[in-house]
């Protein structure tokens, strides 16, 4: 079925760091795709996300192009800060309320 | 505005034991899922249910797992028996149309059990 694979962590930067966390995915179409992130003692809320092949989601400094050649959805932002540090999970709409989750990267940046 | 409320946060249980989680929607929100995630794992759907229906379960395994939502109160996943394979994070979502088209999922913070 369609599914997503997403870079292992943890991850632990400096402060201004560049970050890039690598989401792949496995779809027989091109489904919507999305990246959710998980704050320290809240819950997933969802960061941004791209409906169609080469649609850019960004928000809040990160950005994520919707690339059908390598069927991928990288995440990345330029400089991280120190309240960037959480889980960032990669997701792929399979229907209205299903959604396949990557296993979640652990991000820490350090001051 | 509270969003999703899980509670516990946390439940140890013994096998054999049966585990309750609770979630409460967000104010407004009539539609509810739960998701679980298994060690190393993404978050695999579970349940979707409204106020007194289930919409679709088909994610739930087939055995000593159940879920309401009734007219009043929280929605309940209620796990029987529960095994040390149960033991995950156990996330609930609500929405407050059917699913994304009208809206994204929020999510609480998980409720995460450990059966020893």
């Known amino acids: 079925g369609d599914s997503v694979t997403q870079m292992e962590g943890p991850v632990t930067l400096s402060e201004e760091a560049f970050l890039t966390i690598n989401c792949t995915y496995t779809?027989?179409?091109?489904?919507?795709l999305f990246w959710y992130v998980q704050y320290p003692g809240e819950g997933l809320q969802l960061l941004l996300k791209?409906?169609?092949?080469?649609d850019k989601g960004s928000n809040k400094g990160f950005e994520a192009t919707y690339r059908k050649e390598t069927t991928s959805f990288h995440l990345e932002k330029g400089s991280v800060q120190v309240s960037d540090s959480a889980v960032y999970f990669c997701a792929l709409k399979i229907n209205d309320y299903k959604l396949s989750f990557g296993a979640g990267t652990t991000v820490t940046v350090r001051a | 505005n509270a969003g999703v409320m899980q509670n516990p946060r946390h439940l140890v249980r013994r096998r054999g034991q049966e585990a309750r989680l609770r979630c409460s929607p967000m104010k407004g929100h009539s539609h509810v899922y739960w998701y679980r995630q298994l060690p190393e794992e993404g978050l695999k759907f579970m349940v979707y249910?409204?106020?007194?229906?289930?919409?679709?379960e088909s994610g739930m395994p087939k055995e000593r797992f159940s879920a309401e939502f009734p007219k009043e109160g929280p929605s309940i996943l209620r796990i029987q028996q529960v095994v040390r394979g149960d033991s995950a994070a156990y996330f609930c979502?609500?929405?407050?149309?059917?699913?994304?088209?009208?809206?994204?999922?929020?999510f609480g913070e998980g409720s995460r059990l450990t059966v020893l």
């Open positions: 791209a409906t169609k092949a080469d």
């Open positions: 979502a609500s929405s407050a149309g059917a699913g994304m088209n009208t809206g994204e999922l929020f």
């Open positions: 779809a027989t179409g091109y489904p919507s």
């Open positions: 249910l409204q106020k007194e229906n289930i919409i679709d």
